[in-house]
């Protein structure tokens, strides 16, 4: 078992790999005929071994409380010789591809002194890989992911808490993610926001134990992985309905490379069918 380079987004998104905007997810919808999309790149400093991330999001209004997204990433992943760590690998090298594609939808169930909303996500087992080097671009299971949110927004300022479950095919454990996500807008054009999230593996799968050996020991995308991911985001506004966001991420796991901080970028459009006044609806941008 190695590093957690390939889970210290947010991502996550995940998502993955955990995307960089201010509101990353939550129980808001994009309402109808409105919408976000953001293109961000990021990646990770020091350690023997990188994963820098391409990646397009996008989210559409249905219906006023209904809304459905998509995360394009495309990973480019390597390994390189570090003569003070023991657990660098015999062979180097650079790997591009296609990382886990997603499509979800979301609901916003309640808009009242708190909001409430719930969704789906699946992301697909789409990847590259090569044994010899031990490095592939995305997880090697299909994840289905449940996920139920709960936040507060204003003008100025906005909190959520989400818990995702997942459930992943081809002997993959299952986990769950809590993240917790609160900013306040600090000029008018300028939001900041602190991010955490914690991943907790049920190790209930066998996956690793088949997996080859040089895949566990270069670490990218393997399962059973427990870790914590916290850190600043800043979003800034620079044009009507156009903006760029940043964050820094560290994380914490338990890996033989130890922390991994990770930085992320993105340029965002967000796009409304008529302005409306923010009274617990969504304060902040979601993407990346």
């Not at 590093?3 to 991502?11: E, H, M």
């Not at 991420?249 to 890996?255: H, P, R």
Request: a positive charge; glycine letters at 12%.
């Amino acid at each position: 078992m190695n590093n957690l380079k390939t889970c210290a987004v947010v991502g996550l998104l995940l998502f993955l790999f955990v995307p960089c905007q201010l509101r990353a997810g939550g129980p808001w919808a994009a309402g109808k005929k409105s919408g976000y999309s953001e293109i961000g790149y990021s990646f990770n400093l020091g350690g023997w071994t990188t994963e820098n991330t391409l990646q397009i999001y996008s989210e559409i209004g249905v219906t006023k409380n209904l809304s459905l997204k998509g995360i394009f990433p495309l990973k480019f992943v390597g390994t390189q010789k570090d003569e003070t760590n023991e657990f660098t690998p015999l062979m180097t090298g650079q790997l591009a591809g296609v990382g886990n594609q997603t499509l979800g939808i979301h609901y916003q169930f309640l808009n009242k002194a708190v909001v409430l909303g719930g969704g789906f996500d699946i992301s697909a087992r789409t990847l590259k890989s090569d044994e010899s080097l031990g490095l592939r671009t995305g997880f090697e299971a299909w994840q289905f992911k449940p996920n139920l949110s709960i936040g507060r927004g204003s003008n100025n300022g906005y909190f959520y808490v989400s818990a995702i479950p997942s459930f992943s095919t081809n002997n993959f454990s299952s986990d769950i993610n809590i993240i917790f996500d609160g900013g306040t807008q600090a000029a008018e054009e300028i939001w900041i926001a602190l991010f955490a999230s914690y991943v907790y593996s049920f190790k209930n799968g066998t996956f690793n134990q088949s997996d080859h050996p040089n895949y566990s020991h270069a670490g990218f995308f393997i399962d059973e992985q427990t870790y914590l991911t916290i850190g600043p985001k800043l979003s800034i506004k620079i044009h009507e309905g156009l903006g760029i966001n940043a964050a820094a991420f560290y994380s914490v796991g338990m890996a033989s490379s130890g922390n991994v901080l990770s930085l992320k970028f993105g340029l965002f459009y967000k796009w409304r069918k008529k302005k409306n006044l923010i009274s617990n609806s969504q304060p902040l941008e979601e993407g990346m």
